[in-house]
């Protein structure tokens, strides 16, 4: 294979199979792009606003910062009977603030021999009782943590993306395959597949009302992320850790990290997976780490058809939001409205009055939503399992970046049979070798 940058990014092609291409999730009617082409009517699923009660599911949180904290609250709201047991980080002052936290807002301590401190805390805390543990930490621990809370027939919360990496996607790919057979319950936190706005939108586009898909335009334009300065105490991991979303190794770059809800969309909508990405991108302001401000990327798919994402992170410009699925007979904004050709609204999800509750089309936080879907599953029995899905999406989102970071063309069999791992072998709080603040620069200096 061409090498495709001055990085080399790619070295030899490792041969692995695509474990599936399109994976399903009975609860979140997720659909092949057959289902376009159906004359039966796709009908929902039952959305419940609490889990049922049950036995106690004691959880552990891996991962201890601010969405991880999240994480774990969301879960105590799912419904009765849940209980946060065992926290892990790598940071004492994480630990603290999240344990405070759960305190104020749950009423919940957990006990300081359940607190652990260190990379292999997370193996502490799948040790530790629990029957579900909630992965929330720097995205490139991921895999890892997938494989050993699958091997310890855990039932798994895992946060977006699940790698920043070929290697990691590959592994988690092979873990939530074996989570499948072993009847664990695996879901995500791409919430769009769980929020009822989304579902019913998807469901009105699959079923034909305004045609056939065609393609689809996909935006998200924000301010910078927050970022931390070095400081003369901190060693290069302790640095890397705390700013951990500018760095490519931990974060996968902001289009995987957080743009992956549109394109997680996208994927969705579309029941299928782009062959090939064109990306362009660069960095104009952030100052810390090596990532991009900007992505633009068109992907093509076998049939020929094309989409376009594009997401920025830059404060001081204009803001926004687009997911416009196009169909032949009109377009969809996948939050909620259908439009005609002539860009007339001729649906719109009838959202309730705020406060209304009771009503057949509210919406529930979908952060405590899919919460809410997972702990139902384990109760009930009917397994649910959207890490395949979460891996194809974030393997799409790494072929943007790299067709952005080098300026060539990538394949998706390119891509994802790569040796490609970023982020060192070991890890220690101290130096980290081969990782240097350099930002990857597409092609080659232009010369007179």
């Not at 809370?149 to 070929?166: G, L, R, S, T």
């Not at 899919?370 to 999406?393: C, K, L, M, P, Y």
């Not at 970023?422 to 890890?427: I, N, Q, V």
Request: charged share 25%; hydrophobic share 35%; net charge negative.
């Amino acid at each position: 294979m061409e090498q495709l940058s001055r990085r080399n990014f790619f070295k030899s092609s490792i041969a692995a199979s695509a474990m599936g291409v399109v994976g399903g999730i009975p609860l979140f009617t997720s659909c092949s792009s057959q289902a376009k082409n159906s004359n039966k009517e796709l009908q929902l699923p039952q959305l419940l606003n609490q889990a049922p009660d049950g036995k106690i599911l004691k959880a552990g949180l891996i991962g201890c910062g601010s969405r991880g904290t999240g994480a774990a609250v969301d879960f105590l709201n799912a419904g009765p009977n849940l209980q946060i047991v065992a926290l892990g980080d790598v940071f004492q002052d994480k630990m603290d603030a999240c344990r405070d936290i759960l305190k104020k807002q749950k009423n919940v301590e957990v006990p300081d021999e359940n607190c652990f401190i260190g990379f292999d805390s997370y193996e502490k805390v799948i040790d530790s009782g629990v029957d579900v543990v909630l992965l929330c930490t720097p995205p490139h621990f991921r895999p890892a943590h997938v494989e050993a809370a699958v091997n310890a027939k855990k039932h798994i919360f895992m946060e977006k993306p699940i790698a920043v990496d070929p290697t990691g996607v590959r592994n988690v790919l092979a873990s939530v395959k074996r989570a499948k057979s072993l009847n664990l319950n695996v879901v995500s936190g791409t919430i769009r597949r769980s929020q009822k706005d989304y579902m019913e939108t998807r469901r009105r586009v699959l079923s034909g009302e305004i045609g056939e898909i065609v393609g689809a335009n996909i935006i998200r334009n924000g301010g910078a992320l927050w970022y931390r300065s070095r400081k003369p105490e901190w060693t290069d991991m302790e640095y890397m850790l705390r700013n951990w979303v500018n760095f490519c190794w931990l974060s996968g770059d902001h289009i995987a990290e957080q743009f992956i809800h549109e394109i997680d969309v996208m994927n969705w909508y579309l029941g299928d997976y782009p062959v090939k990405a064109t990306g362009w991108g660069g960095r104009q302001r952030r100052v810390t780490g090596d990532q991009y401000d900007f992505f633009s990327v068109e992907y093509l798919y076998e049939s020929g058809m094309r989409t376009h994402c594009a997401a920025r992170q830059i404060s001081g410009c204009s803001d926004g939001k687009v997911e416009q699925i196009n169909c032949t007979q009109g377009y969809a904004d996948a939050g909620g409205k259908l439009y005609d050709l002539k860009g007339n609204v001729i649906w719109e999800y009838p959202m309730p009055a705020e406060g209304d509750t009771n009503s057949e089309w509210h919406v529930t936080n979908p952060f405590v939503q899919e919460h809410i879907n997972f702990v139902t599953a384990i109760r009930t029995g009917n397994t649910i399992n959207d890490g395949e899905d979460q891996a194809n999406s974030t393997l799409v989102a790494i072929m943007g970046r790299i067709a952005a970071y080098t300026g060539k063309d990538v394949t998706r069999d390119e891509v994802l049979n790569a040796d490609l791992y970023l982020g060192p072998k070991t890890y220690i709080m101290g130096p980290v070798e081969d990782i240097p603040e350099i930002i990857p620069l597409a092609g080659v200096q232009h010369k007179e």
